[in-house]
């Protein structure tokens, strides 16, 4: 292993977006592991891009429990001694096509845990392994559905989806609060808007393709120290909040 090669870890790694996102960083040099809830899943996903020609490894974790999070970490400390990118990618949506004035408690609930606290604990165990090599680039994958001028209704479109569009716009305030507490060491944390991916979420008939919608947090993941910080960006370009 060599020492000095930057690490990277993507959640939801094993398909979509986050396994797009895994190739492209490891085509640009970085040691990519993925992470992801089911064993089985994350060895066939390392399996399916060893026969491309791209090597992977994996990490069972459950973003939704803490303690599943600092395990891991904690293992990455330990075999690896370095994490020098995270894109929390993991994301869950229960909600699809139901109000805001029907949405259940638990559903709230359990899509917060995933989309919001999973990457607020998963930036917490990250950012002091960052801080020891004063280096960092965090990148958490969004959706335009989260930003204001969705939710004032300028877009035409309606409370559907309230608890995935509510974890996505607290994610968006994490990326200010985080990058502006980080500044200092290193360390840039942005949110990427992958737009309507052709994956399970996005559907077959999404307009983008998966290597479109990882293109933005490709390149926020390894943005040179001249790159922005604390922004929210689609197609690489500066987004609504």
């Keep these: 292993m060599n020492m ?11 398909r979509g977006i986050g396994m797009e996102v895994a190739r492209q960083l490891s085509l640009k040099g970085l040691r990519v592991l993925i992470g992801c809830r089911d064993e089985n899943k994350g060895r066939d996903a390392m399996e399916q891009l060893s026969k491309e020609g791209i090597k992977v490894e994996f990490k069972v974790v459950d973003v939704s429990n803490r ?21 929390n990618n993991a994301g869950i949506i229960l909600d699809r096509g139901t109000s805001v004035l029907d949405v259940k408690k638990s559903v709230m609930k359990e899509t917060l845990e995933t989309n919001y606290y999973g990457a607020l604990s998963l930036i917490q165990a990250a950012v002091p392994l960052m801080k020891q090599h004063r280096y960092g680039r965090i990148v958490n994958i969004s959706s335009a559905l989260g930003s204001f001028q969705v939710h004032q209704g300028l877009l035409g479109l309606k409370g ?22 980080v500044a200092e060491m290193g360390i840039k944390v942005n949110a990427a808007c992958p737009g309507r991916v052709q994956t399970d979420m996005g559907g077959a008939d999404a307009p983008q393709t998966t290597a479109q919608g990882a293109d933005t947090a490709v390149w926020l993941a390894t943005l040179d120290e001249e790159g922005p ?9 500066q987004a609504e909040w």
């Design 67 to 87: 303690k599943s999070i600092v395990q891991m970490m904690e293992n990455i400390a330990d075999v690896y001694g370095r994490l020098d990118v995270l894109v």
């Design 4 to 14: 000095n090669q930057r690490m990277a870890l993507v959640t939801g790694g094993n």
């Design 160 to 181: 559907s989806s309230s608890a995935y569009r509510i974890s996505k716009t607290m994610l968006n305030a994490l990326t200010c609060l985080v990058a502006h507490e």
């Design 229 to 237: 910080n604390g922004g929210f960006f689609r197609n690489r370009m």
